[in-house]
């Protein structure tokens, strides 16, 4: 099935979580990301008769009042991840954490962001104040050293959680592993828009914030409403320093934190009742990737990163899988 579903390693937390082996293909199409629509990408091709995993009973609703239809709550593969890190007893430790942790708003391989990253340094520090400061890019802004630039100049430490995936090659299986370490060790987490990660960090405790320039996408797509409904839908969400609790019961909803399916009812809902077991109880399958997927194929990393506008036959000829 469709390829996001394994974007950021999430089929890979929800196969350790399952207690399998390998990383099966996931039968439906699951939410890869938070938006305020219907959960998925624009223009998602649906196949017909397969379902839509989608995380919360909120995403649902609006999911069906975009004409969605035959779709299944599973919760976020984040919430799932929580539970294999045991995050409840993490913060009954009262664990030491320092510091914010910036996640600006970020384009993709087809659109890129239109603001000031110099600006956005500027409000950082006014608001953040002398705290040791950590700003985390997508990993094709990461790769552009002027952005790199515009918060290493001030002293920020800049990193990048990882390549998202694509096509069922080169995705980073540590990708939400990662994230969570980063948002663990930070008091704060911000950014100058409502998205997934601010949910992620709220869901830890962390404290969260949205300020700055939103910035935009290149020929944003006007059916996800921009910033105006996010703030329509989350005011509470649009200020520097969003009450705690405030912020976490929101995280929970949209997170889908108590739609939690168990282990058996995974694999009978992603179609995974026959996959192998992991022997001797679950196994740390981020440490050992998802070899399965790349080996299948039998071919080594791409040369150069695709776009999603690629055709079936652009994916084969450039060594992908197109089914």
Partial sequence: MHHANHWYGHANVMSRYAGLAGIPRIWGYLQHGWNSHDGFAVGTDFAPGFPKFVWSESVARRAWAAGLRNIAVVGSPWSYLL?????????????????????????????NVVGSHADYVKEIRAVEGDVPITVCLYWNEYKDASVRRAYESDGFRVITHGYRGHMWRDTDQEFLDK???????????????????????????AEVGIYGDPMVLEAERAILGGMQKQRRMFPVMHQPHVPIEMAREWAREELGMDELLSPAEIR?????????????GERNLVAEGAMGLAEDHGRGPLSRVPTDDKTARDAADEGSDPT
Avoid: C
């Fill in 83 to 111: 539970r294999l890190h045991g995050q409840d007893e993490w913060e009954a430790s009262n664990p030491h954490r320092e510091g914010t942790i910036v996640y600006p708003f970020h384009g993709w391989e087809q659109q």
């Fill in 179 to 205: 994230q969570l370490r980063e948002i663990q060790g930070h008091r704060r987490v911000v950014s100058n828009r409502l998205g997934s990660a601010l949910f992620y960090g709220a869901s830890t405790g």
């Fill in 268 to 280: 009978n809902t992603f179609g995974w009742e026959h996959a192998q077991r992991a022997s001797g």
